[in-house]
């Protein structure tokens, strides 16, 4: 016990916080409303039907109107339209949230370690810094999904680019592949994924350039934007 303890310590003490959040914070019975009209949790099945077939024109908003890259998110609400099968909207509405507080957070300390030479103590100020930074308040408090989504899949997608870096098995290859496609969600304004995108794009290759393994970032790249051609395409 103590020495799993040792050896996870940073991991305990930013769980244990972000389970008192959480457990402060859960409201039973309500849904999450956000500085947006991007819900799929209140129509999934209808969300993923326009996405599929109507993703250019959004002839349900007024007279209708140009899409932006709403169809990135469909990947999403897939997963909300499974989900509505057997779980209340009020648990996947705000599911959601608590679980992008908690990838986005863990994600970032993980990948400080990583870029700061494995150590755990980098691990844990990089998951306290993120968690209690002005912007963790500022997206949670107001929610808008773009923001929510690059806040806790940037760091997510940066941690498996960076491992996969480190180590190019299949295995981490396909998880980068499969975190990516959470990352469609901050493409709902394609601006905001350029961004995200770019700050993954430097650090790994500053990271891929120190530790020389350039070809490998390539390839890592490359895996990354794969989910994303059919709407960038």
């Known amino acids: 016990m103590l020495s799993f303890i040792k050896k996870h310590w940073p991991l305990i ?23 947006d009209n991007f819900s799929p949790e209140l129509n999934p099945k209808l969300t993923v039907i326009r996405s599929f077939f109507n993703p250019a024109w959004r002839d349900n908003r007024v007279l209708g109107i140009p899409s932006d890259s709403e169809q990135a998110d469909v990947w999403r609400t897939l997963i909300f339209w499974l989900g509505s099968q057997f779980l209340p909207t009020w648990i996947i509405s705000q599911g959601y ?4 507080l908690v990838i986005g957070v863990i994600s970032m300390g993980k990948s400080v ?30 929610p808008v999904h773009l923001f929510v989504a690059a806040y806790a899949f940037t760091p997510l997608v940066l941690w498996m680019s960076l491992r996969c870096i480190h180590s190019p098995t299949h ?12 990352m469609g969600t901050a493409a709902l304004t394609a601006t905001m994924f350029i961004t995200t995108s770019l700050t993954i794009f430097a650090l790994t290759f500053i990271h891929s350039l120190t530790n020389r393994h350039i070809k490998t970032w390539f390839i890592t790249i490359l895996i990354y934007l794969l989910p994303h051609l059919f709407w960038i395409l």
């Open 171 to 182: 295995t981490n290859k396909l998880l980068l592949l499969l975190v990516s496609l959470f």
């Open 13 to 35: 003490f930013i769980g244990f916080i972000l389970a008192i959040i959480l457990g402060l914070n859960l409201h039973p019975g309500k849904l999450v409303l956000g500085n």
């Open 97 to 100: 949230l608590f679980l992008t």
């Open 113 to 142: 370690r990583l870029l700061t030479g494995d150590s755990r103590t980098s691990e844990f100020f990089g998951s306290l810094l993120y968690l209690f930074s002005p912007i963790t308040i500022w997206i949670y408090f107001y």
